[in-house]
Structures are given as C-alpha cells and as structure tokens.
C-alpha cells in the first residue's frame, strides 16, 4: 500500500469512526484513539510513523490557532489567574512529581531524564474534554479555563522538555540561565505573535476577498511559530498571541461573511487534523511494543499503572488548594471571583486527558547522546508517554461524563446573561432607528 492510499485510508477511518462515536454518544478522540488501535493489529498494514516535525511545525500551530482565535480575550482575562496556575504551576508540579517517582521506581533512570518524562506527560490536551463538556451544558467558566490551560500549558512543558534534555547532553544544569530561558521564550513568544497579529491585521484590512483573507489566516499561525522558534522564543505562545489579537481585531478587519467562512474553514481543519492525530496515536501501538521482550514489558506495565495514578492524583492534589487556599489567603477576591462550587473543581480536576503534544514530544527525544551512548531510558519514557495518553483518555474521557451527570449544578453561563443584554441593546437601537425613520418621513405610519 502507497503512501497516499494509507492518508485516504486514515481520512476514512476518521469519518466513519467519527460518525461511530456520535451514534455511540462518545467523544470521538477516545472512539478513535481505540480504532487506531484496532487497526494497528491489521495484518500487513503499513507502519504509520508520527514525525515529530510534522506535529510540532505543521499540525500543533493549526490546532492552537483557531483555538485561540475563536477565543474570547474577555474571559480569558478574567480568568487568567486559574488558566496560569494551571498551565504553568501545574504542569511544573506535574513534571517535578513525576520524575521523582520515575527515578523512585526505576534509580538507573538519571534525574534529568525522569524530568524529560514528566515534561512529556504534563500538559493535558483539553479536545475530548471541551468535547464532553460543550455537548453536555457545563457551565461556560469551565469551557474557558480548561481551553485557555490547553493554549499555554504545550509552551510550558516543550521549555522544560528542552532544559531536561540540555541538561542530559551537557551533564550540567544552570537554574538562574534555565529561568532567564523561561522568561524569554514566554516574553519573546507573546511579543513576536504581537507583532505578527499587528501585521496580518493591516493585511487584513486592506483585502477584501474572503478566499484571500482566509488563506492569510492560515499561513499566520505558521509564519508566528516558525519566526519565534527561529529566535529561540515560545512558537506556542506566539500563534496564541497572534490568535487572540486577531480575533479581539476581527470584527474591525473582515466581514461578517468572511468571519463564518472562516470559522466553517477552521472548524474543518481542526477536525481533520485532531481526527488524524488520534488516530495515528493508536496506530503507534506496535512501534512501541517493539522495543520490549515480555519480561521487561511486565515491569513496565507496573510502571505505567503507578505514573498514571501520580498524573491523575497530581492533578486533584494542585487543583483543590489552588481553587481555595488562594482565596482563603486574599479574602477580598471572594468579591470579583467567587469561590467555584466543589461540583466545578472536581469537573477541572478530572479533565485532565493527555494528548498528540506528549507523544511526539516522547518520540523527539534524540536517540543518541554526542558521546554515541544510546538516549537514557528513550523506550521507557516513549512507553509511559503512551500509556499516559491512552489510560487518561480512554479512563478519564469514558467517566468525565459520568462525574458530570453526577455532580454538575445546574448550568448557569455568564454568556446568557450578556447574550440577553445583546439583544436588548439591538432592539432598542432598532427602534430609535425606526422612530427616527418614522420622524423624517420614510415609513408610512402603517409601517412604523
């Protein structure tokens, strides 16, 4: 089988899988992270590799883009301070706990690998979980927080990824040059996908052909992760920047016929890609299993069970003291931001699905070292990467529902009541307009 007869294929088996898990009521990632690993078992089925690059450069700036794009700046400035603790707090808490037990369980393991892994497998993908909580009316603060963790947590975990391998090759660690790194990768990404978003708009507003507009807006997520990637930036947080200002801009920059020509557009891509990446995850079952005999694969399973219960437990043991003791601490926050009801933290706390970004970020991992020496622990930590994804997708993605239909308050979203104000404020313009209309004589009194 050709190349281009495997894409078709896998283009297939996403419509018909997708079309499956919407019979089935189930989140389509985890039906097609489950058919992928059907079809990894086909015989004589061609091996589907996960280029890294391909992730990273190609598929990673489309899926944040529109994300960020779509998103309101208004709530996620309001929300800010949960989206940070989370993206950022989190995520490190994730990758120190993790690589204490990796290192705990398994001492040959060196601490800077240990602290790859737990890069690898700290930032939560948030597609199956927005896609259980859209279908099921969870209130709309959830939806913000879980999506704005989703647009910067990938820019936390693939900084500290490179810090741990750098520290790997070069057998050395520098905290106050590791710190200056963060710093710049955050503050040069933001910057840079600024600029970028400054540009595309003044090219925005001197067009007026939705194809053309629409084809700028999908060359800007590349152009802003390729040109901060180049300067040693954050590529994630620069297509974040670049998505938000554009979309905060948009209603000033393009038409309302070319605003839904491009959500249609970016709707399709998005599903496509994530459909594709979810699928190939599965199909990388038997390059993973590979490497192992059955001795060695045994401890490893124990391995897996016990860092994916240190992923999930982390997770709710940040989640909880995050959401109360801050406000405990600074009283006068219970005004602007009221303490979410326990329902909502453990909705948040359960959402915490892995996804393509952890495995490829397993599989960039170099094979050798510049002394010759083989990577550290690399099948090891690909293994646990795996077993991560696929224990929190399928685990946490079958019982999110579950929980929800459990403990969920009855849904309130902020958005209805400045969707009703909205319609308000339309009708009243509409008829000042109409009595101004009716005042200079251009409606008949039947009419008006």
């Known amino acids: 089988m050709h190349q281009p007869e495997i894409i078709v294929l896998l283009f297939s088996a996403v419509g018909v899988l997708a079309v499956l898990a919407h019979k089935i009521a189930l989140p389509y990632p985890i039906v097609l992270v489950l058919g992928g690993l059907a079809l990894s078992f086909v015989p004589r089925l061609p091996a589907v590799n996960l280029n890294p690059d391909v992730v990273f450069y190609f598929i990673l700036p489309a899926l944040i883009y529109p994300a960020a794009l779509f998103t309101s700046w208004r709530d996620f400035r309001r929300n800010l301070r949960p989206i940070l603790l989370l993206a950022i707090g989190l995520v490190l808490a994730t990758m120190l706990a993790v690589a204490w037990i990796a290192h705990f369980i398994v001492p040959a393991l060196p601490w800077a690998a240990a602290f790859a892994l737990g890069a690898i497998v700290s930032p939560p993908d948030a597609v199956a979980a927005t896609a259980i909580i859209r279908r099921l009316g969870v209130p709309h603060r959830i939806q913000v927080i879980l999506e704005g963790e989703s647009l910067v947590n990938d820019a936390t975990a693939l900084v500290a990824l490179q810090f741990a391998i750098a520290a790997l090759v070069t057998g050395t660690f520098s905290p106050a040059y590791a710190a200056g790194r963060f710093v710049w990768a955050a503050a040069g990404g933001i910057g840079i996908g600024l600029l970028m978003g400054v540009a595309m708009r003044w090219v925005q507003t001197h067009l007026n052909d939705p194809p053309i507009q629409i084809t700028f807006s999908l060359l800007t997520p590349f152009i802003a992760y390729l040109s901060a990637e180049r300067m040693h930036a954050s590529g994630v947080l620069a297509t974040v920047a670049a998505g938000i200002f554009l979309g905060w801009h948009s209603p000033l920059m393009i038409t309302a016929r070319t605003r839904l020509q491009a959500y249609a557009f970016w709707e399709m891509i998005v599903f496509l890609l994530n459909g594709f990446v979810f699928i190939v995850i599965g199909l990388q079952l038997p390059r993973i299993l590979h490497a192992w005999n059955r001795q060695s694969l045994t401890g490893a399973f124990m391995s897996a069970i016990v860092i994916c219960a240190m992923v999930i437990l982390v997770r709710f043991a940040w989640v909880i003291p995050a959401t109360y ?55 090891y930590i690909l293994f646990l990467a795996f077993s991560v994804i696929l224990v929190t997708l399928v685990l946490q993605g079958l019982s999110l529902p579950m929980l929800i239909r459990k403990v969920v308050v009855p849904p309130y979203a902020e958005s209805d009541d400045e969707e009703r104000l909205a319609r308000l404020e339309a009708n009243n313009a509409a008829r000042k307009w109409i009595e101004e209309a009716d005042a200079n004589g251009k409606f008949s009194p039947d009419a008006a």
């Open 325 to 379: 003791l801050s406000r405990v601490l600074r009283s006068e926050r219970q005004v602007r931001d009221p303490t979410p009801p326990w329902q909502h933290v453990a909705i948040v706390g359960w959402a915490g699905m892995r996804g393509v970004v952890s495995l490829a970020a397993a599989f960039a991992l170099p094979l050798a070292l510049p002394t010759g020496q083989p990577f550290p622990g690399r099948d």
